[in-house]
């Protein structure tokens, strides 16, 4: 069965980092575009960033331009989203998905990807 898994979220200072994973069970994600999304309280998901499964194209909302960094490793079967310089707007729960025989990727719908993964809390807060 495909499942992916977030890891990485937790409570942190203003200014501070981190990173997120998205694992693979079952399959591995070389042929998958990867992307990110979070859904704040109260608020619809949002698309963050994203890479194309050869790595080569990545997509970021203007939002966490210049402080999100995505990333993958294909030795690990995993998806990296770095995050720097959080401030409280970044509070939310964020989720990966996947999409299968697509050689970009997309932030601008939810719907484009077949596959995601439960998601993992980021909460910004002094």
């Known amino acids: 069965q495909l499942q992916l898994v977030e890891s990485g979220g937790g409570l942190v200072q203003p200014g501070g980092s981190l990173r997120l994973s998205c694992a693979a069970s079952g399959f591995t994600l070389d042929y998958y575009a990867i992307g990110w999304f979070r859904q704040a309280p109260g608020k619809g998901r949002e698309g963050v960033s994203c890479?194309?499964?050869?790595?080569?194209?990545?997509y970021y909302a203007d939002s966490v331009k210049g402080r999100f960094t995505i990333s993958r490793d294909y030795a690990k079967n995993t998806v990296y989203l770095q995050i720097n310089s959080l401030i409280p707007e970044d509070t939310a729960v964020y989720y990966c998905?996947?999409?299968?025989?697509?050689?970009?990727?997309?932030?601008?719908?939810?719907?484009?990807?077949?596959?995601w993964g439960q998601g993992t809390q980021v909460t910004v807060s002094s």
């Open positions: 998905a996947a999409r299968s025989r697509a050689v970009a990727c997309s932030i601008g719908t939810e719907d484009w990807y077949e596959y």
């Open positions: 890479i194309s499964r050869s790595g080569g194209i990545t």
